[in-house]
T-cell receptor
């Protein structure tokens, strides 16, 4: 069974600085998807970024980028130019491409605080 | 603006009462998920459906929980009888099948408090 591990329960960053959130996963599959979701205090789950395992190029979305290391099974999220609105829980998630087992498996989350 | 719609947003109920949560997935999405979020357990998958057929409900306590999709536009999660330990945020999410590799989109959640 696949597992997702987020080893940093909490992180903090100064506004305008850069922070990296870590995520590792365990799988025997070669093709899958990885996601980062943001959950602000409202509890809404918001997609931040996604990565397809067969793509070597790291995904980027504006100030958000990932460092995808397939061999190491690592999928970290880098937030550049941090803003106060980035403060939230961040969840790393894995989704299999195998038919009928393609549920999202979540890590335990990292709480990000952003200080002015 | 397509989105997953969940009702009720907030529910306070007494122990032993029946609770039904409803979800309208995004039109055209054929995969629907129910997740529960608690401080202790994090995000747990309770059940998921593809084309209205249940694929995996292994995370759901079968004695009191049930999940159904009466039609493609409605998914329900029922708890009967409810217990204080069921207090959590329940998320419905929808997406397309893995062949499309699409993202799963979440509703705003149903906050349940059982007293």
């Amino acid at each position: 069974a696949q597992t997702v591990t987020q080893s940093q329960p909490e992180m903090s960053v100064q506004e305008a600085e850069t922070v990296t959130l870590s995520c590792t996963y365990d799988t025997s599959e070669s093709d899958y998807y990885l996601f980062w979701y943001k959950q602000p205090p409202s509890r809404q789950m918001i997609l931040v970024i996604r990565q397809e395992a067969y793509k070597q190029q790291n995904a980027t979305e504006n100030r958000f980028s990932v460092n995808f290391q397939k061999a190491a099974k690592s999928f970290s999220l880098k937030i550049s130019d941090s803003q106060l609105g980035d403060a939230a829980m961040y969840f790393c998630a894995y989704r299999s491409r195998t038919y009928n087992t393609d549920k999202l498996i979540f890590g335990t989350g990292t709480r990000l605080q952003v200080f002015p | 603006d397509a989105r997953v719609t969940q009702t009720p947003r907030h529910k306070v109920t007494e122990m032993g009462q029946e609770v039904t949560m409803r979800c309208q997935p995004i039109l055209g999405h054929n995969t629907v998920f129910w997740y529960r979020q608690t401080m202790m357990q994090g995000l747990e998958l309770l059940a998921y459906f593809r084309n209205r057929a249940p694929l995996d409900d292994s995370g759901m306590p079968k004695d009191r929980f049930s999940a159904e999709m009466p039609d493609a536009t409605l998914a329900t999660l029922k708890i009967q009888p409810s217990e204080p330990r069921d207090s959590a945020v329940y998320f419905c999410a929808s997406g397309l099948g893995q062949a499309s590799g699409n993202t799963i989109y979440f509703g705003e959640g149903s906050w349940l408090t059982v007293v």
